[in-house]
DNA sequence: ATATCTGCAAAGACTTTGCATGAGA
DNA sequence: TCTCATGCAAAGTCTTTGCAGATAT
């Protein structure tokens, strides 16, 4: 198991994990690990590839299983951007510090990461969940924004 | 072809249609009248089915085939709740009356549109869609909000 | 008349499942 | 030790594609 260099609260998850009954197995560290080393939008396969280069013994089983998962325990968010395959990513690291939203251009599947004016939807989309969660009586645990759009290339081309 | 009885704006979409080059056929008619009177979350599937009670001949395949150059044309937004399969809905009837997020409870799938608190959204969505624009050269045709958690009944039993 | 559109069947792509083996606590 | 986790292969599900015949304009 190689030790994240660049994060201090390395093993962050290690509580949490086994706060809720699952087993720390290499392979969860492993898939742990890459998510919280890239910054990309991970499909399953990606994950399965970069994690087989250094642990050739975990399958692409393993990986479905544990961001089923992560995804359960609320770790990690699942996204559709449209190309047919899930993407996933860290829901927010130690310090919370990643939060982002979505831009995706929809001829190429480009996905711009934006922090630009987030506060401001946090801030909204907080008080809109009090509200929703009082009148529907849902517990929200997470929400999405997504902007669709073409990129400047894909603009050009039509 | 049945004529829609509840909405003044029928066929409101016939010029649009014809405007892009596109051919108003009978299975094309079908479809967008099956959606223009469901209020629900259709599958591809769900569509199939509604649409060939009426008319027998139209396949799945076609269903697929008009949904896409639908959601292409922005006639049709095309959703991700989680489950598996693509949901669809108008973008907006004759007179935008429509526009509405979603709540989804993450463990039974069920899903609430709302429109409470969608004017401050959409206002925060305006400003941030043209910050977004400008600073990423995008030029920005949709968007998505979603909220995820727990409806009532799901959290009383975990 | 002719470029589009469509149905059917088959293929494709991603994801899930069954079962015997292997590994954490 | 004993339950939980995993790999492999096979199956499942939704969606897309190829092609000949039908249709809108």
Redesign the interface.
Known sequence: MKAPHRRRGAMWWHGKFKGMGYRLTTSRQAILDVLGESSEHLSAEDIYLKVHRIHPGVGLTTVYRTLELLVQTGLVF?F?F?DGRARYELSEGPKGARHHHH?V??ACGRV?D?T??ID??IE?LN???K???A??????????????????EC?GRS
Chains 1, 2 share one sequence.
Do not use: A, M
Not at 135 to 152: M, S, V
């Open positions: 699942k559709d449209g831009l251009c929809t711009v934006y630009d004016f401001e939807e909204l008080r809109t969940e509200g929703l969660s009148k529907y009586d849902f517990k929200i645990t997470n929400h999405l924004i997504q902007f669709y759009g073409l990129c400047n603009r």
